[in-house]
């Protein structure tokens, strides 16, 4: 990592407009970690375009620096910065001849390609916030209350609130710190991991309506049908699959929700330490050992049953280990 900080820094001192961009279908921690980078860059007096292709969830509009996302790449940038995204086609950019090189990648996703000129990639972290909390000072980078607040909200989201097994006591470190920085957890917490939308709530209704479990797996739908019944605006589950993943006796969920053009989209949730990435990455996704996803081209019927398959195959030893 040494030597590539050293490379990022060189990057950032020679650059005067930067664009920095996330994963499509954005979670919190890379909304967080896009603002936090974003912001620290601006107080550094360097520019910084935070941008999502897909745009940015309405739960994180109270994050400092949210109103300046854009939906598109600036014409005028000279750095490309990736956040949390482990491979280069999740950023949602056009392929082709003139996609843009993406000159720096930070990222915590053991599935990362390194598909940057430079990559500050560390698996053991907890998230892509936590990864930032330690990079930015190495980069000559200010820790202000506002890149606090939006390290902290990453933070939350991917561990949902210090809840997954890949949250360290130095995880629970930088959280207080970024307290001490002047982060309200409080507020964070509630706005990242309580509060739903009236909507989102009745789309969670459709799909546990169809809930179904069978020797530690559980799983449901959610149709394009339903979002058009209910108003939902996204194409994802409204986080229900973390809701899911708390079910007694699962130790792995799946959600599988309809996308337009005959695709699905799969997430898994884990417990257990079985490790449904490398279901993921059968997929042609990726993701961490206990919470990966995938878009599948294919009929939901066809892609519901593979997955299913595929799943219960991983479960399998450890059914039998306990017989």
Avoid at 246 to 251: D, F, K, M, S, V
Wanted: glycine share 8%.
């Amino acid at each position: 990592m040494k030597s590539e900080i050293r490379r990022a820094r060189a990057l950032l001192a020679r650059a005067i407009s930067v664009a920095v961009v996330s994963h499509v279908r954005p979670d919190g921690d890379a909304v967080g970690s896009l603002l936090a980078f974003s912001l620290s860059l601006e107080h550094a007096g360097i520019h910084a375009t935070p941008v999502l292709m897909d745009g940015l969830p309405s739960r994180f509009r109270f994050l400092p620096g949210a109103d300046r996302i854009l939906r598109a790449l600036p014409e005028d940038h000279d750095l490309l910065v990736a956040l949390d995204c482990a491979d280069a086609e999740r950023l949602g950019i056009q392929p082709g001849p003139e996609r843009p090189h993406v000159d720096l990648n930070i990222d915590h996703h053991a599935t990362n390609t390194h598909f940057a000129a430079v990559n500050l990639v560390e698996p053991a972290a907890a998230a892509t916030a936590e990864v930032l909390h330690g990079v930015l000072p190495q980069l000559r980078l200010p820790r202000t209350r506002d890149v606090a607040l939006n390290l902290l909200a990453g933070l939350l989201a991917d561990t949902i609130g210090f809840r997954t097994a890949s949250v360290t006591a130095k995880t629970l470190r930088i959280a207080a710190e970024l307290m001490d920085w002047g982060a309200p957890m409080a507020q964070v917490y509630q706005s990242v991991l309580g509060l739903q939308s009236f909507v989102s709530a009745r789309y969670w209704g459709t799909g546990l309506s169809r809930l179904a479990m069978d020797d530690g797996l559980v799983w449901t739908t959610l149709l394009q049908a339903d979002r058009e019944k209910v108003g939902y605006a996204g194409f994802d589950d409204a986080d229900l699959i973390n809701l899911l993943s708390n079910i007694e006796g699962a130790r792995v969920a799946v959600v599988f929700v309809e996308q337009p053009g005959q695709r699905v989209k799969v997430s898994w949730r884990s417990r257990d330490g079985l490790d449904v990435s490398s279901l993921a990455i059968q997929f042609g996704g990726g993701g961490h050992e206990p919470a990966a996803g995938a878009m599948i081209e294919g009929k939901l019927e066809v892609v519901q049953d593979d997955v299913l398959s595929a799943t219960r195959a991983l479960l399998v030893p450890t059914l039998e280990a306990e017989r």
